[in-house]
């Protein structure tokens, strides 16, 4: 079973839905696309050197054997989904403390 790509996707879905729900809508903000793009410059970057050298070693049972260079496709996944809720909740509760007038 590829366990890695499951969790990746379904972070993906996770954010998604936690976008919704709080009514934050980063995901259809432009600049917050330009910012994935850099994001994902600087991962190829810094994920590209550690699984490359290898210092960091992936179960092939694990995920699927789609890379992009040495990166598994699915860090990619997961690298949005941490980034994309922190960025979410970070907005929302700035919404909030906005609302109460802070």
Not at 75 to 92: C, K, M
Request: proline residues 2%; charged residues 20%; aromatic residues 16%.
């Amino acid at each position: 079973m590829k366990e890695y790509t499951l969790l990746a996707l379904a972070s993906v879905a996770v954010v998604t839905a936690a976008d919704r729900f709080l009514n934050v809508r980063l995901l259809v903000r432009k600049d917050f696309w330009i910012f994935t793009v850099v994001m994902s410059g600087c991962m190829l970057l810094t994920n590209g050197y550690l699984t490359w050298r290898p210092v960091v070693l992936y179960g092939e049972a694990f995920f699927m054997t789609l890379r992009l260079g040495t990166i598994p496709i699915e860090d990619f996944f997961y690298g949005f989904s941490l980034v994309s809720l922190t960025i979410i909740l970070w907005e929302y509760f700035k919404q909030k403390e906005r609302e109460k007038g802070g």
